[in-house]
């Protein structure tokens, strides 16, 4: 089973996506953004071309032909882990969904960022309930208290 992080309180879900994807794109680490809400997936990837004006992260549809050489891929599809790069690091899953992602035992790691709104929390409730009876290993990280 997956490990999955949720990160409460995040003033901002798609925003604070976007620097949790510049960490681990600059960590090498391979990351797939899954959304079946084609139009959050396209606000997500107009944000991470300018939620700051020296980041370059360079990401591309899943089945875009570039896919295959590019660390960061984003789907509307169920997701799927992208083939391992000789010595990379296992690719992890950014849901932006407000439902579980089908086959999220797939990989490594899922990470869910909620924000402070009523519908995210509560989707995010229910996300935590249905990954702990699939018996995922949970963890909750409040970004609230962090400045």
Same mark, same amino acid.
């Given at each position: 089973?997956?490990? &999955?992080?949720?990160?409460?309180?995040?003033?901002?879900?798609?925003?604070? @996506?976007?620097?949790?994807?510049?960490?681990?794109? $600059?960590?090498?680490?391979? $990351?797939? &953004?899954? /959304?079946?809400?084609?139009?959050?997936?396209?606000?997500?990837?107009? =944000? =991470?071309?300018?939620f700051? @004006? /020296? %980041?370059? &992260?360079?990401?591309?549809?899943?089945?875009?032909? !570039?896919? @295959?050489?590019? @660390?960061? $891929?984003l789907?509307?599809?169920?997701?799927?882990?992208?083939?391992?790069?000789?010595?990379?690091?296992? %690719?992890?899953?950014?849901? =932006?969904d =407000?439902?579980?992602?089908?086959g999220?035992?797939?990989?490594?790691?899922?990470?869910? &960022?909620?924000s402070?709104?009523?519908e995210?929390k509560?989707?995010?409730?229910?996300?935590?309930?249905?990954?702990?009876?699939a018996?995922?290993? !949970?963890?909750?990280?409040? $970004?609230?208290?962090?400045?």
């Amino acid at each position: 089973m997956a490990r &999955i992080d949720f990160a409460f309180g995040a003033p901002d879900r798609l925003r604070m @996506a976007c620097e949790v994807t510049r960490k681990h794109y $600059l960590a090498g680490r391979d $990351l797939v &953004i899954y /959304t079946q809400d084609k139009q959050r997936l396209a606000r997500f990837d107009r =944000l =991470l071309w300018g939620f700051d @004006a /020296t %980041a370059f &992260i360079p990401h591309v549809q899943a089945d875009d032909p !570039l896919a @295959a050489q590019t @660390a960061v $891929l984003l789907t509307s599809a169920p997701p799927v882990p992208p083939a391992g790069k000789g010595g990379q690091l296992q %690719a992890w899953l950014i849901n =932006l969904d =407000l439902n579980c992602p089908p086959g999220a035992e797939r990989f490594e790691r899922v990470l869910e &960022i909620v924000s402070n709104h009523d519908e995210d929390k509560q989707a995010a409730r229910e996300r935590w309930r249905q990954y702990k009876e699939a018996g995922h290993d !949970l963890h909750a990280h409040d $970004l609230s208290r962090k400045s």
